[in-house]
């Protein structure tokens, strides 16, 4: 039995009233009237989190490129290698089109926590903060294998690549990659690609709140990697590795570090390009 389960419908009502609250902070701020109000509460649900998405999609994307193109303008990034305004409106509305099913995600994850399926806690304390720490860190090790394999799936197999995968390959220059880039993708794909997530809280005790917010902070994270920044922070999968990755189509499929590509021989560094170059 879940572990949420097992403290009975007291418990699980704790995960209804967060999100009960999520849904009237964010939809009575964007909302006119009282209409979303006799709604069901998993509609009201994916409602905010649409709300949300676009939110952390626009705002830390128009921020990012603000930075990077025209505040320090080619202070990161050479003339030639950023993206015209068409190519990032493309991106846009890719990432638009797709947002409402990828907000679908993390709406169910919540209706399996508010049933008692998974493995998810409600406050840090009732585990410690040491043992919050260690669940994590599975649960982060667990959903960088997952996404590696799943990224790496949808370029070898080749259907996966030609009707999801290759969307958001289009974009394989960095005069066409842009922070705006890294929601451009076939809802499907989006999906497949972050759904390590939920099956992390089926094997792992996770942290409700925690785990929400990683779902979202995958928003910004992929604006990150998209920016063709080179951080050089090790182990970071950085915009460096990431470039490389949509270059070569074979290489650097990890997500937030370069671990996965390091033991299964995808790896390429940076710098291996400069040298060859």
């Not at 609250?21 to 009282?34: C, I, Q, R, T």
């Not at 993206?83 to 947002?99: C, F």
């Not at 394999?149 to 394989?172: F, G, Q, S, V």
């Amino acid at each position: 039995m879940a572990a949420a389960a097992a403290h009975g419908g007291d418990y699980l009502q704790r995960f209804v009233a967060e999100t009960e609250w999520y849904n009237e902070v964010v939809l009575s701020a964007v909302a006119p009237g009282d209409w979303w109000r006799g709604l069901p509460h998993l509609v009201q649900s994916w409602m905010r989190n649409c709300v949300g998405g676009y939110l952390l999609y626009f705002i830390s994307g128009f921020l990012w490129c603000f930075v990077i193109y025209y505040w320090k303008r080619h202070a990161y990034i050479p003339k030639d290698a950023i993206p015209t305004n068409e190519a990032m409106k493309k991106q846009i509305v890719v990432a638009s089109k797709a947002m409402p099913f990828y907000c679908a995600l993390p709406t169910l994850s919540e209706y399996m926590i508010e049933s008692g399926w998974t493995r998810c806690y409600f406050n840090i304390s009732e585990v410690g903060f040491s043992m919050y720490l260690c669940y994590m860190a599975m649960y982060l090790i667990f959903v960088e294998f997952g996404i590696y394999w799943m990224h790496r799936e949808l370029h070898d197999i080749k259907p996966l690549y030609k009707y999801l995968h290759a969307t958001h390959h289009i974009y394989n220059k960095e005069n066409t990659l842009s922070p705006f880039a890294g929601l451009a993708f076939h809802p499907l794909d989006g999906i497949l690609q972050a759904i390590p997530h939920v099956f992390a809280f089926f094997l792992f005790p996770t942290h409700f709140r925690t785990h929400i917010a990683l779902l979202f902070l995958e928003a910004v994270w992929t604006a990150n990697i998209h920016d063709c920044i080179h951080g050089k922070i090790w182990p970071v999968m950085g915009a460096g590795y990431h470039t490389i990755h949509h270059t070569t189509y074979r290489h650097n499929y990890g997500h937030y570090t370069i671990w996965m590509d390091w033991m299964f021989s995808t790896l390429r560094e940076p710098e291996d390009i400069l040298k060859k170059d």
